[in-house]
DNA sequence: CGTTAATATCGTAATATTGCAATATATAAA
DNA sequence: TTTATATATTGCAATATTACGATATTAACG
């Protein structure tokens, strides 16, 4: 097997494990928080920034787009891309919600 | 290769990225949701209210440990999981510092 | 048009993940 | 000790992911 059975699951559950998987790598989160400290920048800076060969990092840019997470605009033979608050707010208030019940109902073993 | 080079990366990067991992499976999800309705259960609970069979539960419940967002207490032949809260709290705060940093410095394309 | 620059896609190889049946382990009860 | 119960592990097959070199695409510039 190998696959993922999504269809047995909620369409939250399959929404927020899809954005969570994305941040599942540590050159996503590398280059979030790269995008995050210069706010924009196009896709040789990350290729600069990052130690990946040029066409990784363009299909990790790709899965966090696919994701939500950032978004990027043409600007001529570049593309600016920068973060997406959206989808970081959709998981961020997910795990808000479970700290809030995890401290309401501590029946915690 | 589907190696991932984690030794290129910043130990931050790749503890959240490994929490956020575990959390990438609807599956995973859906034990965290039933195990925060609930407060805590057995695996056995999970195997009645999750489509999968046993032995799948077991490996994802594995994983969920090994990434530190849920502990299991052994009681005789069984063993009483639940959340706990810390690797949450680990990724909610990255998460709510991004959404911070969005806010105030809005410089997005 | 030809060239350059920036990014995306393709092809391929290696590794990882997912899932289940079968089996193993470990504790409790009879 | 035997049996039942609960969970973990193993072995396997199928799929997914990761990474890079080579190539394709697209737009600006001369």
Chains 1, 2 share one sequence.
Do not use: W
């Amino acid at each position: 097997m190998g696959f993922t059975k999504s269809d047995l699951f909620t369409p939250e559950q399959n929404t927020v494990s899809l954005i969570f998987k994305a941040l599942g790598h540590p050159a996503r989160v590398a280059i979030l928080d790269y995008l995050l400290k210069v706010g924009e920048c196009i896709c040789g800076d990350i290729v600069n920034e990052l130690p990946l060969a040029q066409p990784t990092i363009s299909r990790h840019l790709k899965e966090l787009k696919n994701a939500g997470l950032i978004k990027g605009n043409i600007e001529g033979t570049a593309i600016c891309y920068c973060i997406s608050q959206e989808a970081v707010a959709t998981i961020a208030s997910y795990l808000d919600s479970i700290l809030t019940q995890l401290n309401n109902n501590n029946n915690c073993c």
